[in-house]
């Protein structure tokens, strides 16, 4: 395979309209079970503009989760394009997506996906410390965001 230049990414990017914060380009996402292929995803594509909401709605199977994985940089697709900020987010490896999901994107899981032995607090204090926020100023932001959703009563809880 050669190496792509990034004045070729460049060249090969579609073109984006004004405040376009996501763009998913023929994306396909296919699962290799034993001597099956599973194609979760064919060949989407969208943009999705700054501030703008969306839906991603679909019966169970549809691929829905597996394109919120792909947006939310916790899979990588099988083949396709996928900018997040104007950059090519979906050649990157694995300490990159890293990086782009403790900078860039948030992703809010359906179910809980807390830490059973740890607190309340640690739980919510858990992504500034990776992030690299201070000791001090995380357990504040930590204290203050509970507080603000009624669980500070609940703070030294686990989440069972």
Known sequence: MAATTSNEVMEQKPHLSTGDVIVVENLWRTYDMGSEQVHALRGVSLNIKHNEYVAIMGPSGSGKSTLMNLIGCLDTPTQ???WLNDQLVSELNDDELARIRNKEIGFVFQTFNLLARASSLHNVELPLIYNGTPAA????????????????????????
């Open 80 to 82: 396709g394009r996928y």
């Open 137 to 160: 100023a995380r357990m504040e932001r930590a204290i203050e965001s509970l507080t603000n959703v009624g669980l500070a009563d609940r703070m030294h809880h686990k989440p069972n």
